[in-house]
């Protein structure tokens, strides 16, 4: 009984072998009738002029074997392409303004003298003034202020041909003259919806074109550039502030305006010094990029 079943056992894998190796005959044999056939195919294609098209069949069948199809055919083409870390920073050099400082060494020492005046007299003075008088009264003198140097924005709105917003210093002048006693009180801001136009000789001179020059450190005034230095002169005369006799009360008024302000914006600067890695080129670059935004505006 053995015996026998070994012997149907052996027969089943000689005639499994004999029909696979046939299956494979045959299978090489097809191959090779389809191989020429395409192979005269392409001859005759060929020999017409024609061009043979590819069997889209096997491309895609590539395609999903090197696993770009489920990567390359789903995403969309963006046509525009992200830029690169060196074209970002390229971008952000030509957007940094620059200007000449070719007196640097003169402009590093009153950067300096300013910088030490602020801390060990104008901080002080304006924190002392700041605990006497309300912060409501001094914003009252700083709108008096604002009111008596409207000459002077008038006058650079009319340089630009801003007529519209000459006209309204005006209003603004009259209107706070009056109903905001004598300026103390923004009430043109408050009741007309005009508020002040921050305009001075120096950008009249930029809205035509008239660069910076060069960069300059004022003492007591801080940073500048020849054209606004030039303004700033035009300016002074225009500021009926100026016109105060004697001398030394025109120059206390100026210092008692410059008290005020500061004490209206301390800390300002310390902040600016904090986050700046070097504070005179930060505030160069920030006086730069201020000064191109006004004349643009």
Known sequence: ??????????????????????????????????????????????????????????????IVKSGTLSEDLTKPVNSEQEPTQNEVIEEEKEETIQIADPIYPWNKAMYYFN????????????????TIMPEDMRIAVSNAFNNISTPVRFVSCILQLKIKDSFNELIRFLYNSTAGVLGLADAAKEDLSISKKEEDLGQA???YGIGHGFYIVWPFIGPSSL??????????????????????ASLGITAYDKVNTVSLHIGDYEDLKKSAIDPYISIRDAYTQYRKKKVEE
């Open 1 to 62: 009984m053995r015996t026998s079943s070994f012997v149907l056992i052996a027969v089943f894998f000689l005639f499994s072998f004999s029909t696979r190796s046939f299956s494979d005959t045959q299978y090489s044999s097809e191959s090779k009738t389809s191989q020429n056939i395409e192979a005269s195919s392409y001859q005759e294609l060929k020999t017409s002029g024609q061009e043979p098209k590819p069997d889209v069949t096997e491309e895609k069948s590539e």
């Open 115 to 130: 910088d030490k005046l602020y801390f060990w007299v104008l901080k002080p003075v304006s924190q002392g003034y700041s």
């Open 205 to 207: 001179l930029g809205s």
């Open 227 to 248: 054209r606004d230095t030039i303004g700033k002169i035009g300016d002074g005369f225009f500021d009926p502030v100026n016109y105060v006799t004697p001398v030394e």
